[in-house]
């Protein structure tokens, strides 16, 4: 394992690093879901700075006080102590020189004083303004954060200069954690995994996938029930959240079959719906081009893959069973894999059209479907061209492979969204006869595992 590496998290580091050079005083404000890589992220961009880095715990205020002008001592060597927010003011007063200060786990500060933002706005307006002050207020609680921290009715409202909402990372990213796997195992591993850094870096890239998947689903392991705990910590009914999530799992994806399963009022079940959206862990799907219907779909595979296999064997890898558990999921994981294949491919249109597979600027991009007629991805620039994009988590030969774009541009005609041009792109998990991309006919494209392994180019590490 690599637990000290740093991988692709370059753009949030430059953002940092050019608010780090502006002179004067910065407010900003880093969150989100717990082991997403936050502190990894601020203790790399806190190298060679003079600053003090202080993690918040759930203790009385008075200690949080004393931790923290402990830190200030260590750290800077200034002998203050007392309140958080006069310490800072103190600290600013005795250099010109650039100063860092960042508070993780900020939302324990408030839940203990909750004049603590009030106090931090007065102090800013009258005097941190003034200074040269990198100030950074980071934690793990998305909705503290996002609406009692970042909300209009916030002291803080309209005083940060940046906020960044740390995501986990994308399907071409997590290469840097697993340099040496073929892009199928690559897929394998997102489609357990997910990209959050800190279960990533749990798992070895010197093991199979098969290896790696052993660990995952074995009771004693970190990552076994990790979904669990997330919630218990995230939500106040971790029982209604398991039931919409297990739900999703199943298929039933509606909001009325969440609700009916979770045994919720339909008209409740969007306040459960908006957490988990803000927890990264689902999300709404519309079909592109109109509101409605309205389909959940998981967002963070790690939360899909647990809800669909570890969940529901718990009964059988809890009392020793672990071979029986795995013996199922090998033999459903080719379905499990196809519907998260889907999703890859819909988010790595960008890294499609860089590659000229797909043509289409990328204005609107997303899935369509209309009773039994669905289309996976459809990319758009309205009133000139539009993409569709068929994926096929099988092994094809080029005459089915015909016969799917054919039938492709059949359904396309159905959506209302064709353009004066119009593309068709067939992407499978192996082209059997054909060396792709191949272009069987004009504004027709099939592309397969060996096209992606191309274009999927190992990230920078940093050790």
């Known amino acids: 394992m690599r637990r000290n590496l740093f991988v692709d998290r370059e753009a949030e580091l430059q953002q940092l690093e050019s608010l780090w050079s502006s002179p004067g005083f910065s407010l900003v404000v880093v969150f989100g879901r717990r082991r997403v890589g936050k502190t990894r992220l601020l203790t790399e961009f806190a190298k060679e700075k003079t600053g003090v880095y202080y993690v918040a715990a759930q203790v009385p205020y008075e200690a949080l006080c004393k931790e923290f002008s402990d830190n200030i001592k260590r750290s800077l060597g200034l002998p203050f102590s007392g309140d958080i927010v006069e310490v800072i003011e103190?600290?600013?007063?005795?250099?010109?020189?650039k100063i860092l200060i960042v508070i993780d786990e900020f939302q324990y500060v408030v839940e203990v004083d909750a004049s603590f933002p009030s106090r931090l706005q007065r102090i800013i307006d009258s005097e941190l303004s003034q200074r040269n002050l990198m100030l950074i207020l980071c934690g793990s609680a998305v909705s503290f954060f996002e609406e009692k921290l970042l909300g209009y009715k916030s002291p803080l409202f309209g005083r940060r200069t940046a906020t960044l909402?740390?995501?986990?990372?994308?399907?071409?990213?997590?290469?840097?954690?697993?340099?040496?796997?073929?892009?199928?195992?690559?897929?394998?591993?997102?489609?357990?995994?997910?990209?959050?850094?800190?279960?990533?870096?749990?798992?070895?890239?010197?093991?199979?996938?098969?290896?790696?998947?052993?660990?995952?689903?074995?009771?004693?392991?970190?990552?076994?029930?990790?979904?669990?705990?997330?919630?218990?910590?995230?939500?106040?009914?971790?029982r209604t959240y398991f039931s919409i999530l297990s739900s999703v799992a199943e298929g039933r994806n509606s909001q009325s079959e969440a609700a009916s399963v979770a045994q919720v009022d339909p008209r409740s079940i969007v306040k459960y719906i908006d957490l988990l959206e803000e927890l990264e862990i689902l999300t709404r799907v519309r079909p592109i081009g109109y509101r409605k219907?309205?389909?959940?779909?998981?967002?963070?595979?790690?939360?899909?893959?647990?809800?669909?296999?570890?969940?529901?064997?718990?009964?059988?890898?809890?009392?020793?069973?672990?071979?029986?558990?795995?013996?199922?999921?090998?033999?459903t994981f080719n379905k499990y894999l196809s519907r998260v294949f889907e999703d890859v491919i819909t988010e790595i249109t960008p890294l499609l059209h860089q590659h000229?597979?797909?043509?289409?600027?990328?204005?609107?991009?997303?899935?369509?479907?209309?009773?039994?007629?669905?289309?996976?991805?459809?990319?758009?620039?309205?009133?000139?061209?539009?993409?569709?994009?068929?994926?096929?988590?099988?092994?094809?030969?080029?005459?089915?492979?015909?016969?799917?774009?054919?039938?492709?541009?059949?359904?396309?005609?159905?959506?209302?969204?064709?353009?004066?041009?119009?593309?068709?792109?067939?992407v499978a998990k192996e082209a059997a006869d054909l060396e792709t991309p191949a272009e069987p006919e004009k504004h027709k494209k099939i592309i397969d595992l060996k096209t992606l392994n191309k274009i999927l180019k190992p990230n920078q590490q940093h050790p």
Do not use: C, M
């Open 90 to 97: 103190s600290v600013t007063n005795t250099t010109s020189e």
């Open 165 to 238: 909402k740390l995501k986990p990372l994308s399907f071409p990213q997590i290469r840097g954690f697993f340099p040496n796997y073929g892009v199928e195992d690559l897929l394998s591993i997102y489609a357990v995994i997910g990209g959050t850094p800190a279960y990533l870096e749990k798992l070895s890239s010197t093991k199979s996938f098969k290896e790696n998947l052993r660990s995952i689903v074995t009771p004693e392991n970190y990552l076994y029930d990790e979904a669990q705990s997330i919630l218990r910590q995230e939500v106040r009914e971790p």
């Open 356 to 426: 000229g597979l797909i043509e289409t600027k990328l204005v609107q991009v997303g899935k369509w479907w209309h009773k039994d007629t669905e289309i996976d991805t459809i990319i758009r620039e309205p009133g000139k061209s539009t993409t569709f994009v068929e994926t096929k988590w099988s092994r094809i030969k080029q005459n089915d492979a015909e016969k799917i774009l054919k039938e492709l541009e059949e359904k396309a005609t159905k959506t209302g969204l064709t353009s004066p041009e119009n593309n068709y792109l067939l």
């Open 293 to 331: 219907p309205v389909k959940l779909q998981f967002k963070d595979n790690y939360f899909r893959f647990w809800f669909t296999y570890p969940y529901t064997l718990r009964t059988l890898l809890e009392t020793g069973y672990v071979e029986e558990a795995l013996s199922h999921i090998h033999e």
